[in-house]
Structures are given as C-alpha cells and as structure tokens.
C-alpha cells in the first residue's frame, strides 16, 4: 500500500475499489476454471493428499461461502481489535467539558434551564 499513499488522497478510494474488484474477479475466475476441472482436482487430491472426493467437491463448490465467511471474521476481528487498542484522549475530554459548559451557558441566556 505505499503506492497508494504517493498518490493524491482521493484517488485512493477509487484504485483500493479497483484493487477490490480486479481481486474479486480473478478469483471468481479461479473458482469457476476450479468447478470446470473439478475431476482432475478430485483426481490429484485424492492421490497426493488422500482426500476423499466428495470432500473436494464440496471445498471447492462451496469456496465462495467461506471466503465471504472468512472475509466478515476479519473485518469483525479487525474492528474489535481497534475498539479495544482505542487510546484515551484526556486532554480531548477537558476541552469538550470546556465547550459543553460554554454551551450551557450560552443556553442558560437564552431561556434554558439545565
């Protein structure tokens, strides 16, 4: 991603939705040349790593729903690993109370009671 920070802020919304697309349909086209020779990968798995084939057949029909499964884990994981990094801001939280009884004030002026 160090390319992306050379280049002007907004056009990395734009290529990052390019990468996410271009990623997605490489992998889509994975998938389906995977279905279409899904006897020749059931014939090596079988042999070199003693997978029964109807495992196979069901990893790779199914390859899509676990990658979105997968997917969702690591957004769910990341956000709460943020959540729970989120440093505290003391400094921030004395300059609020600050502007929250400024603005009581300016309230209480005009008709307002807290």
Excluded: H
Aim: hydrophobic residues 50%; contains cysteine; proline residues 4%.
């Amino acid at each position: 991603m160090g390319l992306l920070r050379r280049i002007d802020p907004q056009m990395t919304g734009l290529l990052r939705y390019q990468l996410f697309l271009s990623i997605g349909i490489l992998f889509i086209g994975l998938w389906r040349a995977s279905n279409t020779k899904l006897a020749a990968i059931q014939d090596t798995l079988s042999i070199s790593l003693s997978i029964d084939p109807n495992t196979t057949k069901i990893l790779v029909t199914y390859l899509p729903f676990w990658a979105i499964l997968l997917l969702g884990i690591y957004a769910l994981s990341s956000v709460l690993y943020k959540v729970a990094t989120f440093g505290d801001c003391p400094e921030a939280a004395v300059e609020l109370s600050g502007q929250i009884e400024e603005a009581k004030q300016k309230l209480a002026k005009n008709g307002f009671k807290f």
